[in-house]
């Protein structure tokens, strides 16, 4: 997953992602025959004080935890406004007329102290929180999205770019200034700068209190998760659990003050981790509810659903000022699908096969609970106890046994580091030098095919209470040759720390986890861009899923396997058997495992196609309820087997931001898309060859968001992307013809 936070790369990004004389790369070459630079002014221009005023002087500007404290936030994002707000009335007032040098780029690289300050406060909101940066984020939260409205809602800053648009066909501009240039006119066009004045001061009330509902939600959310483990009396209740699972229980209740009782913490997911091992039914049943119930008002202490409410209302009147029918249409204007119906259909074709996938794997279940002598039919919490039992029957398969093969440092570098090494040519050298934010995080040099130092890694992957659920990444710098910027990257994960003294290994899910987080890091390594607005992961919601997703792949490439799936007491290579039985069993239990992922999207959807009206008339959180159910029960799948992944109360992904991946979770399904038909192209292509990663280096993860992304993808496989090649890895097709998905 990509991180969200409230941009400062540029202001025409406010709540979009973070992810950031030319030379070339060997990723490939840039049209970059422009050499405009920034002309501000420097007269009236304030000067910043403390450790943000200026870029770091650790190697490529990486943060240095050392010298930051978080009395430094506030002063310095009061800095960082004052001095972009500066920046901005020099553009505005400058006597010259606009041309892309004086207000396109200048505009592109104002704001940059608010931007060091801000990459570093909102990566350690999300990965090692405290009260106080929480109470920091509230306050600062609604005054940045005022500063960014005061940008990008300035008339006469408008006039000055639309005079430069409109003069586009003959400025004789590269390929990559001609995108900054359209990137930066619709979006200031998207926020607003072509409404009347009240309805621009509304889309500022409107986007002031979105931000504040939705920092409240993810805080709210993240209290949920924490304060409401699932406690245990007896050890017996915790039977099926491997020893490090119960001392781990064990040492949490300790830790909360509960010695002599066990402790299960809550994952951001509807289904938790543990289930499918716990023998007791009763455990299973009550770690699952309080996990389905965490934020739905059952504890009337944790309740999100009139926050939901509200950010639902808000987000379909900004909409309708915009003369959209729904937030949706509203939100998707830079998307690949362009349009929700696109996305829609997209999802709605495969409901018919995954609800008989679904009725077919549940009565499966219930034979296999018969047969354990149970005498009741499988409810969600049963599930993936049933389905991995079934798992183990067809394709003896032993996840314990699995896992024994999968240590996280052996992972990491010789799986994930050896594959990239393999495809693309680069290496890669711990450090222990640099400082880290919290002690589990390790730091790696980047080193390019050709020896040269070209990236900063970070990597933290360990579950803690300060952190948010899920996995992401993310960049504290940037790639711009502008700016001579190299990118420094993190990955964030949330793997359970193994007790003290033990090995520390991960399951299957994880290492998958693992290839896919560092595919979103080589789209940010191997960015090649001329600014830092258009580089790397700075692409539409439903593409930049999809160079994580193919990176995957080479997480079962027998090459690859070979060399980092090693039993962590003996030694052996992992059994190719065993890969085979993995694989396999991996196209098993689609009913659930797709089926929550595609009830989630399509929950996004419902709620991102709400009228004002409709939105309005959900007032209560009974009604947030009601209309959860509905829509759930309008999707023709079987949900009471199968509950989306992310109920509404805490969807996190598409209400703790302003937009984050509102009407965009969909992305995942149709990256997926790109991702099984570029895994094709793979194999039909040789593979694991320095060749074929060099062409995808060139042709899709060095481009940014520079492209028309059908065209990118034209350019990589020479066809528009197919969606046969999903529907088979996903069993939802008999094999018949599926037209490609092509552009409309």
Known sequence: MKAQFLATTTPLLAGAALLGACSTTPGGTMDNTMTAVATIPSAGIPAGTGYFAQPSTLDFGAPDFTRISED???????????????????????????????????????????G????????????????????????MGPRLTAHYDAITLNPALFQRVKAVYDARETLNLSVEDAKLLETTYEGMVHAGAMLTDSQRERVKAINSELTTLTTEFSQKLRAATNDQPLVLDRREQLAGLGEGDIKAAADLAAEKGMPG????????????????????????????????HRADGTNPQHDTRMLVARIAQLRAEKAALFGESDWASYAMWDRMAEKPSTAIQFMEQMVPPLAATQRREAAMLNEAIERDGGNYEVKPWDWYRYA?????????????????????????????????????????KKRTDLPVY?????????????????????????????????????????????RGTKPVIYNVLNIPKAPAGEVQLVSFDNVNTMFH???????????????????????????????????????TWPEVLQNYARHHETGAPIPAEM????????????????????????????WSALTPAQAAAIDTPEKVDAFERAALKDLGLEVELVPPRYRTTYFNHIFSSPAGYSAGYYSYLWTEMLDRDSRKWFRDNGGLTRANGDHYRKTVLSRGGTMDYFDMFQTFA?????????????????GGETPPVVRK
């Not at 506030?74 to 406004?81: I, N, R, S």
């Not at 046994?401 to 680069?426: H, P, R, S, T, W």
């Not at 002690?439 to 040269?452: H, I, K």
């Not at 919601?541 to 997480?555: G, I, K, M, T």
């Open 72 to 114: 430094d936030y506030v002063p310095a994002f009061e800095q960082g406004m004052a001095i972009q707000a500066a920046e901005i009335a020099a553009i505005v007032d400058n006597p010259a007329a606009p041309t892309f040098a004086n207000t396109i780029v200048a505009l592109e690289e104002s704001g940059r102290m608010l």
């Open 517 to 555: 987080e560092f595919g979103h890091a080589l789209h940010g390594l191997f960015a090649d861009q001329r600014y830092a607005s258009l580089s790397g992961t700075a692409t539409a919601r439903d593409f930049v899923e999809y160079p994580s997703q193919v990176n995957e792949l080479w997480a």
């Open 261 to 292: 009782k066990y402790v299960i913490a809550l994952q951001n997911t509807t289904q938790q981790p543990l289930l499918p091992a716990l023998e007791d039914r009763a455990t299973r049943e009550a770690l699952f509810k309080r996990s389905y």
């Open 438 to 482: 919290h002690p589990y995080v390790t730091t790696y040099d980047v080193f390019d095919s050709d020896g040269s130092h070209m990236a900063i890694f970070y990597f933290d992957p360990y579950q803690r209470p300060s952190k948010r659920g899920g996995a992401w990444m993310s960049n504290f710098v940037d790639q711009s040759y502008l």
């Open 388 to 428: 991995n039992k079934v798992k183990a029957e067809r394709f003896d398969l032993d996840e314990d046994a699995v896992m024994q093969y999968f240590q996280i440092d052996k992972v990491l570098e010789d799986g994930v580091f050896f594959a990239a090494n393999k495809l693309y040519g680069i290496s890669f």
């Open 718 to 734: 020479g066809r528009q992307p197919d969606v046969q090649p999903m529907l088979e890895a996903r069993g939802l097709t008999g």
């Open 579 to 606: 890969i085979q039985k993995i694989e396999a069993a991996g196209r098993f239990n689609q009913g659930y495992e797709f089926g929550e992922t595609l009830e989630a999207a399509l929950l996004d959807m419902k």
């Open 116 to 139: 060091r300050v801000a990459t570093v406060f909102y990566a350690l909101t999300g990965a090692n929180t405290t009260d106080r940066l929480d109470q920091i984020d509230t306050e």
